[in-house]
């Protein structure tokens, strides 16, 4: 079993930064996409960004060059980087590891537990 556990949210002021984390335990057999969701009060569920399992990056359009995710396969963690922020981006985080567990599995999705980001203006 595969659990994400999401860490690095709080409170911070606009224009700040902020850098979340997401370690998954477990086995991992290959990794098809890891990345970002976020979700706001009365708003869908939106991708933030995401890495798929050769390295490739996309990113929303509202986070463009504000936001830049990275994974370390050693550490089995992803890392999401946010800059520039403002209330916007306020919104319960998620991260979402797309893996084969074991060889031979079917590739499933697990997710983090979220973590809440603020932005006060």
């Known amino acids: 079993q595969v659990q994400p556990v999401e860490s690095g949210g709080g409170l911070v002021q606009v224009g700040g930064s902020l850098r979340l984390s997401c370690a998954a335990s477990?086995?991992?057999?290959?990794?098809?996409?890891v990345g970002w969701y976020r979700q706001a009060p009365g708003r869908e569920r939106e991708l933030v960004a995401s890495i798929t399992g050769g390295g490739s990056t996309n990113y929303a359009d509202s986070v463009k060059g504000r936001f830049t995710s990275s994974r370390d396969n050693a550490k089995n963690t992803v890392y999401l980087q946010m800059n520039s922020l403002t209330p916007e981006d306020t919104a319960v985080y998620y991260c979402y590891w797309y893996v084969q567990p074991n060889i031979g599995s079917r590739l499933r999705t697990y997710w983090g537990q979220g973590t809440q980001v603020t932005v006060s203006s």
């Open positions: 477990g086995s991992i057999f290959s990794i098809n996409a």
